[in-house]
């Protein structure tokens, strides 16, 4: 693995990463049009310029608390397989690049929760950040969907 550029977010003051190569970008945060009958990690759904992104809630996936949106809060866009999805954080932070060498695996404990999501977990400017893999929520997601 090398090293790669990550977007730094955070949930309910939890530090996250995501690969920006899996990023279409960032939006602000606006109002979420509710789906009928819809799995709870799914928010609804939003109109971007014409397209509809499906909103997903990494709180829910995640079993975090859920903390209400604020004028940090954001859409981090991904691309995935011909389609976007947008994914609910309290606020991005910044990019930066992580070396291969400084991410971890998760530990087994860690992992028992449900280890394809998470690549590992990296000590960055003395913070520990989860490094999720976006590609895998959406496949586990597009299950049920």
Known sequence: MEDRKYIFFS???QKFAVDIENIGGVTEFEEITEIPNKPDYIEGI???RGEIVT????????????????????FILIHHKNSTYGLIVDEVTRVQVIGAD???PMDSLIRSLDESYYIGIANVSDELVTIIDVGMIIEKAKIVI
Do not use: G, M, V, Y
Request: proline fraction near 3%; aromatic fraction near 4%.
């Open 11 to 13: 949930l309910n003051h």
């Open 46 to 48: 939003i109109s971007l």
């Open 55 to 74: 909103i997903l809630n990494l709180q829910n996936i995640f079993n975090i608390e859920k903390s209400e949106p604020t004028e940090a809060s954001r």
């Open 102 to 104: 400084d991410i971890n």
